[in-house]
């Protein structure tokens, strides 16, 4: 592959992606198409944007012009989806923008690739299209969908299109599946970067339920190289899951995040359950590592470790996140190429 087309690439798993791919392909040019919403953060590539090989296009997958502009201009060779609105909190308060990016938006990125006849797609899926999990069994690929969120029914809707646009049209596309991401650049909100930031400022740690939901946890640099993998190896049709051997309650992820901070459990703090919260999630990822030759590489204790450091080391980042700077550190900083 000589040229893909990202989306969504500045956002969390995104941003990690196409840093992974530069620093292992020398030959491979990128294309990171992306909104630029609250999660989107063009600093989270700070330390490529001098990189020739790497060029940004401000902008919605929604807007097929758009799409069909970049792809008749630009000779790819595969492009990979990541834009998707993926917080569960925010889409039981609003599923709008959730239907229109995780559906329409995939729905107009299949017929803009179909058109344009790239020979190769991927769509970045997740674990909770799975729905949950009792406390034995993991999720396979031939596990049946039964989504229980907005947020997942949503990528669960984009999920069977692409399935439907292989099976109807022969379209050249692959689907992959992971379990929790954690590592550098995820936006605050979220379960790790938000307790460490709050344990760090002596704020308190709010846990939902009785913290006894148990999620599998991947580094997000396993993942990439597991999309990567599937990119380069997988088989059209296919699904392929990715888990990180790292389950955890949510209680016991949140007395290990305080003990590597050197913090009290007094800090945390038990509050009422998410709505329809799924009670486990666990990968089967033995697909992926027998047809992709894929394995994860970081122990979780020690993946955990790292992402605190990255986070201590990074709080001025962390800050403009929290407090809508980031905003005006675009204009300064990439003005002219918005």
């Known amino acids: 592959m000589k040229c893909i087309m990202v989306t969504g690439g500045c956002g969390f798993i995104g941003s990690n992606f196409i840093r992974l791919m530069l620093d292992s392909y020398p030959e491979l040019s990128i294309i990171n198409l992306d909104k630029l919403t609250y999660a989107g953060n063009l600093e989270n590539l700070a330390d490529r944007k001098d990189d020739p090989r790497l060029s940004f296009r401000k902008g919605d997958i929604c807007k097929r012009e758009l799409i069909d502009d970049i792809l ?9 989806n990541f834009a998707a609105e993926s917080h569960v909190d925010r889409s039981i308060l609003d599923s709008g923008p959730f239907v229109q990016t995780n559906i329409v938006g995939t729905q107009v990125l299949l017929d803009a690739c179909r058109a344009a006849k790239i020979p190769r797609y991927l769509q970045v899926s997740t674990d909770e299209v799975y729905g949950s999990l009792g406390a034995e069994g993991f999720f396979t690929e031939d596990t049946p969908l039964a989504p229980n969120s907005p947020y997942s029914a949503c990528k669960t809707s984009a999920d069977l299109l692409v399935r439907a646009y ?20 995820q936006f605050p909100e979220k379960l790790i970067p938000l307790f460490i930031s709050n344990a760090t400022n002596d704020q308190s740690l709010p846990v939902y339920g009785t913290g006894e939901n148990v999620r599998d946890w991947i580094h997000v640099e396993d993942h990439c190289r597991g999309i990567d993998a599937a990119l380069r190896k997988g088989e059209e049709g296919e699904i392929y899951n990715f888990g990180g051997n790292a389950e955890m309650t949510n209680i016991g992820l949140t007395k290990l995040l305080l003990e590597l901070l ?8 038990y509050v009422k359950d998410r709505p329809g919260h799924d009670m486990r999630y666990a990968i089967d990822a033995s697909k992926a590592k027998e047809k ?10 020690e993946g955990l470790q790292e992402t605190i450091d990255w986070y201590l080391s990074n709080s001025e980042w962390i800050e403009r996140i929290k407090s809508g700077e980031y905003l005006s550190y675009y204009e300064t900083q990439y003005g002219s190429r918005l």
């Open 72 to 80: 008749q201009h630009a000779d790819v060779d595969a492009v990979v």
């Open 166 to 185: 292989v099976h109807t049209y022969g379209f050249p596309a692959i689907t992959t599946r992971c379990s929790n991401n954690y590592g550098p650049y």
């Open 262 to 269: 050197g913090k009290p459990d007094t800090l945390i703090k």
């Open 292 to 301: 992709l030759g894929w394995t994860p590489t970081y122990s979780f204790r």
